[in-house]
């Protein structure tokens, strides 16, 4: 039967409902004489009347057409609509009344009121009855998308309006993380809490779910697709409210909410299993917990079952809004969850938590890492990873941690910015411990840049996209080695697991992608076009701004050559220079007593003493930085 209402055509359609809607006049006028206790003149009515009816029918079909009702979709039947039904209502009363006297009918003015409320209450409630026959005929047929929308605010609403001129998606529902919106109706629809998704999914049959939460966190978008998809669901999402037009225009925006779509390469998640052996049962600590990569760490461990899991962090706010999302996830495992506040420079504290929460584990991701940032504030962004990572490292070997794993990056191989070789400087340190023997194992992993971590540039494209452009890019030439937050996260988690001691494990993650490309793909994945040279008439114009202070064209996962298999097959082992120990000693020595004093020129001439390969980018804001490396060349050149 549904097939068959499917194939009717718009004509067809608009006839049925003009049919239904002049039949129901007679009905009415008999249930109005009923109301009136004049059941015997029912009869007479429809015997010695039959041209009144006539006449009102023909009226009826009149105004019917002429307010536009039958022509509207049902599931559009509402407001407005609503509206012009009473004024059709009435305006059948009005000629109602003028025949009867006409035709001398004898009925009272009474009568006409109340076969215009009769008939205005038939047609609202004959098209609310086909609404929910439909609605349940859809509901039940593999034909249709059945979907909710996640986020009940002015997006939302809007989004549920335009998808009412959808033929094959249905709305059933909202669902919205604000408990005051849970059991309230907006536009018709029930809002459900988010939690409760599944529920929603099993009574109304959902198979799709658009976020429509524009304002959200990349990283928070991320955290409920998985969330999401975990229920079996179709998940997408809509870009910001200010690009909402047209219903066409805004079907075709609709787009995988994950940020995996935006690679050019499959996503490795479903081949890299999690190596949760290591972690079941065990205390974890996870530094830098409140960032987007010790995040998603914390919430892949938590998946494994460990017994205590430790959240380590600086930010107040960052550790308050992890601890809340971990304990939600904790229920269901058992998992303890203590939060620490503190900083990993701050040793004492660092070996009271590790000796009291008797930790196994430490996955250390604490670290400042956007660039332009650390290179305007050598000190500070030095001594945070480079000397951290050294407190760190050598209290979770002092503690007898079992396992100790460096998130590093690849701005690390042959940095051209502070923040890679202070990156660098952390791996050496981490280095030289493993080979000494203990009875912690230590090893490293290389991230690409992450895609949707905080400072990452997809965050940065959506909000410039959002604003109607332009998007910026530094250099058209510049290209980078992605990953997903989920592939980085199962990357720790892997090496960790398999790890013998002072390994530096990268992904493979193919060929490095240009950084203008990917905002080509933003911003036509958003519903635009993108304006340059090739496309003028282009709706968002990409602006080139020229490199920032310290970062490179192309980025490196290796220095040395002969990578090695290991027992993953996108996971590589590559093999890397170290420092001896007594070198790494005395570097940290010099740059505590440089910390200390404040020098930020001796804080990187010792950082250019220990990474060899450290060559800072000449420009006027770097000159400090390229002034000490000269000095220190000089100094290194044997005397002719």
């Given at each position: 039967m549904l097939k068959t209402i499917i194939s009717l055509s718009r004509m067809q359609k608009v006839l049925i409902l003009l049919a239904l809607d002049v039949a129901a006049v007679p009905v009415a006028l008999g249930l109005s004489l009923l109301l009136l206790g004049r059941r015997a003149e029912v009869h007479d009515l429809f015997t010695r009347h039959l041209p009144l009816i006539g006449i009102l029918m023909i009226a009826a079909a009149a105004l019917v057409s002429l307010s536009g009702i039958n022509r509207q979709k049902l599931k559009d039947y509402q407001?407005?609509?609503?509206?012009?039904?009473?004024?059709?209502?009435?305006?059948?009363?009005?000629v109602a009344a003028g025949m009867s006297g006409f035709f001398d009918t004898g009925l009272p003015t009474g009568?006409?009121?109340?076969?215009a409320l009769v008939y205005f209450v038939g047609f609202f409630v004959s098209r609310r009855f086909l609404v929910r026959l439909l609605t349940e005929m859809y509901r039940r047929s593999p034909v249709f998308t059945r979907a909710a929308i996640y986020g009940a605010g002015r997006t939302g609403m809007a989004l549920a309006r335009e998808l009412r001129k959808a033929d094959d998606l249905v709305v059933y529902a909202f669902l919205d993380d604000n408990a005051t919106l849970s059991g309230m109706n907006v536009n018709g629809l029930p809002i459900y809490s988010g939690v409760h998704a599944g529920r929603v999914k099993d009574q109304f049959k959902i198979n799709r779910v658009i976020l429509a939460?524009?304002?959200?966190?990349?990283?928070?978008q991320t955290f409920i697709a998985r969330r999401l998809e975990k229920l079996g669901l179709e998940v997408q999402t809509l870009p910001a409210f200010t690009q909402l037009y047209g219903g066409e225009e805004l079907m075709g925006r609709l787009t995988p909410s994950r940020p995996?779509?935006?690679?050019?390469?499959?996503?490795?998640?479903?081949?890299?299993?999690?190596g949760c052996a290591a972690y079941t049962g065990a205390n974890v600590l996870i530094s830098g917990a409140?960032?987007?990569?010790?995040?998603?760490l914390c919430r892949q461990v938590i998946a494994c079952n460990p017994a205590r899991l430790v959240l380590f962090e600086q930010s107040e706010i960052a550790l308050y809004n992890a601890e809340a999302e971990m304990r939600v996830l904790a229920e269901t495992s058992g998992t303890e969850i203590v939060s620490v506040l503190g900083s990993i420079c701050d040793g004492v504290h660092v070996a009271q938590v590790l000796a009291a929460q008797e930790i196994a584990v430490v996955l250390h991701a604490a670290a400042y890492k956007h660039v332009p940032l650390v290179e305007m504030n050598p000190r500070v962004g030095i001594a945070n990873n480079v000397l951290g990572t050294a407190v760190l490292a050598r209290a979770a070997r002092e503690a007898g941690v079992r396992r100790f794993v460096l998130v590093s990056s690849d701005k690390a191989v042959r940095p051209g910015n502070l923040m890679g070789a202070s990156k660098r400087m952390a791996e050496l340190i981490v280095q030289e411990l493993a080979a000494r023997a203990s009875g912690t194992i230590f090893s490293i992993v290389r991230f690409g840049n992450v895609l949707g971590s905080s400072g990452s540039v997809i965050p940065r494209f959506q909000e410039q996209i959002?604003?109607?452009g332009p998007v910026t890019v530094t250099d058209p030439r510049v290209t980078r080695y992605f990953m997903t937050i989920e592939e980085a996260s199962r990357l720790v988690l892997l090496a960790g697991s398999f790890a013998a001691g002072g390994e530096v494990y990268v992904l493979d993650m193919g060929k490095p992608q240009k950084i203008?490309?990917?905002a080509r793909r933003m911003i036509e994945a958003a519903g635009y076009t993108a304006r340059d040279a090739a496309n003028p008439a282009g709706d968002i114009e990409i602006v080139i701004t020229g490199l920032r202070p310290g970062e490179k064209l192309h980025e490196e996962l290796m220095v040395r050559r002969g990578a090695q298999a290991t027992a993953h097959p996108k996971i590589i082992r590559v093999r890397e220079d170290s420092l001896s120990q007594l070198e790494i000693a005395a570097a940290l020595r010099d740059l505590r007593e440089a910390v200390d004093a404040g020098d930020d020129e001796a804080v990187i001439a010792v950082i250019a003493r220990a990474v060899r390969e450290y060559e800072p980018?000449?420009?006027?804001?770097?000159?400090?930085q390229c002034r000490v490396v000269q000095a220190r060349r000089a100094a290194e050149r044997p005397a002719e």
């Open positions: 407001g407005d609509a609503i509206t012009r039904s009473m004024l059709v209502a009435a305006g059948l009363g009005v009568f006409h009121i109340i076969f939460m524009p304002s959200l966190s990349v990283d928070k995996s779509a935006l690679l050019h390469r499959d996503a490795l998640n479903e081949t890299m299993v999690k409140g960032g987007s990569i010790g995040l998603e959002s604003r109607g203008v490309d990917l980018q000449s420009l006027p804001e770097t000159a400090l």
